[in-house]
């Protein structure tokens, strides 16, 4: 483990108890937004990637152990520790979130940009979704069992390519309008169509995909 590892994991795990000082604070009152706030946020560790030297630290080290503290304040944990964050909306929306970034960090190490733009599609467009959604979606519908709106769709369709934009255009990788639109697009479907917080899953990997066979 180098220098650049160990700067990596100081940042990630400071950063990730900021935001979780921060959310307990706010989450008095708005507990919903608090969770979204949180979920949404955490997709700035896509910044700290290029810190890291070893696929194995940023997997196992930076991304794999937040599988397990999520899930241990998750409703399913068997030490049923009463958390607020979790325990509003989807309870193991943040493991599926860990476990993506997991997978990617061991998948992609060496293309960071495309772990980039799965956290994006997770974080920054289905965060947005939910959280537009929330408070101003009226336009329902409901596919596969989960509530979603109209407007929460479309939120997440705009932020995910201006974040895109912004994520390629940080790695210095060429920014292609159609690939970040196509992207955005299949992201926002896929999203829309999940149910049960596993959008978390497939909004990362259906981004993912759909920007290897398009850029290949």
């Not at 990788?173 to 959008?199: H, N, R, W, Y």
Request: charged share 10%; with cysteine; glycine share 8%.
């Amino acid at each position: 483990m180098d220098s650049g590892d160990i700067i990596g994991l100081i940042l990630v795990y400071a950063y990730v108890i900021l935001l979780l000082v921060i959310s307990e604070k706010v989450l008095k009152k708005y507990p919903n937004f608090s969770r979204k706030f949180l979920h949404i946020m955490v997709g700035n560790v896509l910044f700290i990637l290029p810190f890291f030297q070893s696929r194995w630290v940023m997997a196992l080290l930076a991304a794999a152990p937040f599988i397990l503290l999520t899930f241990l304040i998750s409703p399913n944990s068997p030490l049923k520790i009463k958390d607020r964050i979790s325990g509003s909306g989807h309870g193991l929306g943040l493991v599926y979130y860990a476990i993506s970034w997991t997978v990617l960090a061991l998948l992609f190490f060496d293309q960071p940009w495309i772990i980039a733009v799965g956290i994006a599609a997770m974080s920054y467009g289905d965060g947005m979704a939910s959280l537009i959604g929330m408070k101003y979606g009226k336009i329902k519908y409901n596919l596969t069992g989960d509530n979603k709106s109209l407007e929460g769709s479309l939120t997440m369709f705009i932020v995910l390519i201006c974040m895109l934009w912004v994520v390629l255009m940080y790695y210095a990788v060429p920014v292609q309008p159609m690939v970040i639109v196509s992207v955005a697009l299949v992201a926002t479907i896929l999203e829309g169509i999940t149910p049960k917080g596993l959008d978390n899953i497939t909004a990362c990997f259906s981004a993912v995909i759909t920007y290897l066979i398009l850029t290949i």
